[in-house]
């Protein structure tokens, strides 16, 4: 099983980074003449209303619908294991002051931020992906946090303390590889959650200009296609179910190895 | 008449657990098994109750007054669980529901209907010595009113005089605590309420697995005689599950010692503890600690306890046996009767060991005259309790000081407010010179002074690091001139250099605690601070920790501040010995002097609960 999820995923990643390069055709060139016609020997997934090859099209919007989410989740992960960790071992004043700032930002409706932040700022998914790793974090502070409190208080890490070590390598190196398996999950779930709103948002017309090969995009563009070439909107869609399902099932499937490696 | 037989009891997981126990408890009678960690007994426990973990399977016969219990459906299983058997747990914080009160507890256990002739007369005040008050008659469980047999409901008022009934046979007289909530009670409190409710339908029989191994030593006292008094007022039958040999000895008629999953020896308690048959029943009671004599070496078993799945062709014990020839290897020895109702899976007699001389008492060498740690009036409260209220005791170069006190004594943060664990309100520790009350801790150089052996062997690693790299990095924080290498380390405790690469999980617990003891010494302390170094590790592993602590106090001149429960290891590791009662010290000398000759009422208390050695 957890084969199968990495096979999945090391396919997705293979496609992300050289997706241009394997497709047969050029994503933008469009047949007026053919129009959109279903899945044949020469586009194996048909063609949209501008006769733009759906199956190019795909492989090079993957780029964009992989890279961003893993930015995402790179960012969510690095503030919110170093913010929880802080929090969680220091306590005190630094701890109350992140938890209320945590507070407020749960109080924010994350889509509306998100949705405001592209129509003002405009420019593409940048600025998307900063807001987006920004909300996520508090989350996964708390859990973080939470973990943290409960490894600071075991022997192993009074012993630390007791020994002089500074507090950071305490907290990175005695506790961080204790709450590892969280992480790890919390990773691969941030990823999947950007990757989803992230096509949510192309869905609505944000973030990126029309006709750009991006998989939310496809689905909003083609959706009226559904009876000449169906495969035009619902493959993007298959692909991204296909890639956060395993992204998930694999982080539970990690959670559960690395809990039973490390610690016990 | 057997109430309870177990014959040929197997229990398999993945591997071999249980292998081929016979056991029998008889109507009134207390049977103990004993075993240390891994022995098997716990699961023996459980697959009587039926109760086995999933993925284990038992196979053999387990018969309760003739019902087949083994293989019952779990209709069957659940008419007798409760009813007919019931069972009393080691956990008491773990064990009764923090959303239900006392009362509850009790009143759900209760039968569906009262039974107007209690098969068990409440318990004769005379035979408690807890000052057990049957409720005033008129509240007791009323008779259905008018017709004589039937049994009716239980009424709001009935079935609360029965709660209060119940709770008067396990000593609580006081009615409030029936309305109090699990965290309102004390260990002692719970278990006892744990009890009244394991008994609420009055079970023949009584399986109690380690029910008093998280208690004080005074608790445990009270809780094991109330066991036995309300077993003698019942004639009920009791399985006693227990580490402790002595507790075993001291409630039992009869004992049946486990080892590697299979029964090694069997007899009365007083027998076997006169004259043990079994090679590893005399190992275990030499490695007994004694509160009454110093020894001059503390003598553990070598190796480890082998999975039972390793030896089922030969004594499970050959490997570790200072008396093992080939014939033990051979085949496996049955267990052979030696006389009636005992019996030894040893081939041969075992010889006596010689015991240990008493120590003749030197105090140490060093200069203790020389003050290492001066603690002056120490204080800390949390909220409204009051941990320590000012507490002073100093500790001697190379001297070996034990604190000692029960929980709630304030003992555990006397030791983290020297280790800076914990901001005393008040007070002022000095070690070395250096104050360590001050934030700063002696211009962070504390560290090199003082270390600490914890006492959970299962957190004291960080299970992501291999023992070399938690090794090495505590050498490196000390100073450069005679450090240590990991091997040089490892040596020192007594383990072999290969370990460095192993992670924690790969060690037993006695060896992680050797570890760990390691670790505390590679920045060389001066005092090495000890809180409960031993308390949850098996006798034959403990004897070996000790003798460690010990010799190396010895060796290296460092001091320790031992902080146990247990008066017996005071005995035989410290040189002063105080004794803390509620955050105050109330005694205080040389520790022979005080265990032989305790001056204040609680020291003597704490000696009288201490179960005699064997």
Known sequence: MKGVLVTVLALAALVAVGGSHLAPYDPAAQDLALGAVGPSAAHWLGTDDLGRDVFSRLLAGAGSAMLWPVLVALGTTVLSTSLGLLAGYRLGWVDALMMRAVDLAFAMPGMLVLIVVIGVLGGGYG???LAMAVLLTPGDIRVIRSL????????????????????????????????????????????????????????????????????????????????????????????????????????????????????? | MTLLDVTGLTVTGRHLIVDGVDLAVSAGETVGLVGESGSGKSLTARAVAGL???????????????????????????????????????????????????????????????????????????????????????????????????????TRATRRAEVLRRLAEVGIDDPSVADRYPFQLSGGMRQRVALAAALARDPELLIADEPTTALDATTQHEILMLLRNVQRARGMGVLLITHDLRVAFELCDRVAVMYAGRLVESGPGFDMAKV?????????????????????????????????????????????????????????????????????????????????????????????????????????????????????????????????????????????????????????????????????????????????????????????????????????????????????????????????????????????????????????????????????????????????LRTIGRELGTSLLFITHDLAVVRQITDRTVVLFRGDVVEEGETARILDAPAHDYTRRLLASVPPTP
Request: glycine share 10%; net charge positive; charged share 20%.
């Open chain 1, 148 to 264: 943290t409190m409960a490894q600071r208080e075991l022997a192993y890490a009074e012993a630390a303390k007791t020994l002089g070590l500074r507090p950071s390598r305490i907290m990175f190196r005695h506790l961080l590889p204790n709450i590892a398996p969280t992480v790890v999950a919390g990773a691969l779930l941030s990823f999947v959650v950007a990757m989803v709103s992230l096509a949510g948002l192309s869905f609505l017309g944000l973030g990126l200009p029309a006709g750009t090969p991006d998989w939310g995009l496809m689905v909003e563009e083609n959706r009226d296609l559904l009876d000449l070439n169906p495969w035009a909107a619902v493959a993007p869609v298959v692909l991204l179910t296909l890639i956060a399902s395993s992204a998930t099932l694999l982080g539970d499937r990690l959670f559960d190895t690395l809990s039973k490696g490390g610690s016990r």
């Open chain 1, 127 to 129: 600025w998307a992906v």
């Open chain 2, 276 to 548: 043990p048959a079994h090679p590893y029943t005399a190992g275990l009671l030499a490695a007994l600690p004694s509160a009454t004599v110093t020894l001059s070496r503390l003598e553990g078993i070598p190796g480890g306890v082998p999975a039972a799945g390793d030896v089922t062709g030969t004594c499970a014990f050959a490997a570790r046996c200072g008396q093992a020839d080939s014939e033990c290897t051979q085949e496996r020895p049955p267990l052979r009767e030696i006389a009636p109702d005992r019996h030894t899976a040893c081939l041969y007699e075992v010889r006596p060991r010689p015991r240990a001389e008493p120590r003749a008492v030197t105090p140490r060498e060093a200069s203790a005259d020389e003050t290492l740690l001066r603690i002056e009036g120490l204080r800390k409260r949390y909220g409204g309790h009051v941990a320590l209220g000012g507490v002073s005791l100093r500790v001697g170069r190379g001297e070996s000081v034990g604190v000692v006190g029960e929980s709630g004594s304030g003992k555990t943060t006397l030791a983290r407010c020297v280790l800076g664990l914990v901001t005393p309100d008040e007070g002022r520790i000095e070690l070395a010179g250096l104050d360590l009350t001050r934030r700063a801790r002696g211009g962070g150089q504390a560290h090199r002074l003082v270390q600490c052996v914890f006492q959970d062997p299962t957190t004291s690693l960080n299970p992501s690091l291999t023992v070399g790299s938690t090794l090495a990095e505590a050498a490196a924080q000390g100073t450069p001139e005679g450090r240590l290498s990991v091997a040089e380390l490892l040596d020192l405790v007594g383990l072999p250099a290969s370990y460095a690469a192993r992670r924690p999980r790969a060690l037993s617990g006695g060896q992680r605690q050797r570890v760990a003891i390691a670790r505390a010494l590679a920045v060389r302390p001066a005092l090495l601070i000890c809180d409960e170094p031993v308390a949850s590790l098996d006798v034959s592993v403990q004897a070996h920790v000790l003798e460690l």
């Open chain 2, 52 to 154: 086995l973990p999933k993925g284990l399977t038992a196979t053999g016969s387990v018969t309760l007054s003739g019902l087949e219990l083994l293989g019952a459906r779990e209709r069957v299983l659940r008419s007798v669980r409760g009813a007919r058997v019931a069972l009393l747990m080691q956990d008491p914080f773990a064990m009764l529901n923090p959303l239900c009160t006392a009362g509850v507890h009790i009143a759900e256990s209760l039968p569906r209907s009262p039974r107007p002739p209690s098969p068990f007369p409440p318990t004769d005040p005379g035979a408690s010595p807890f000052g057990t008050v049957p409720a005033d008659p008129g509240a007791s469980p009323a008779l259905p009113q008018g017709s004589g047999a039937a049994p009716t409901r239980w």
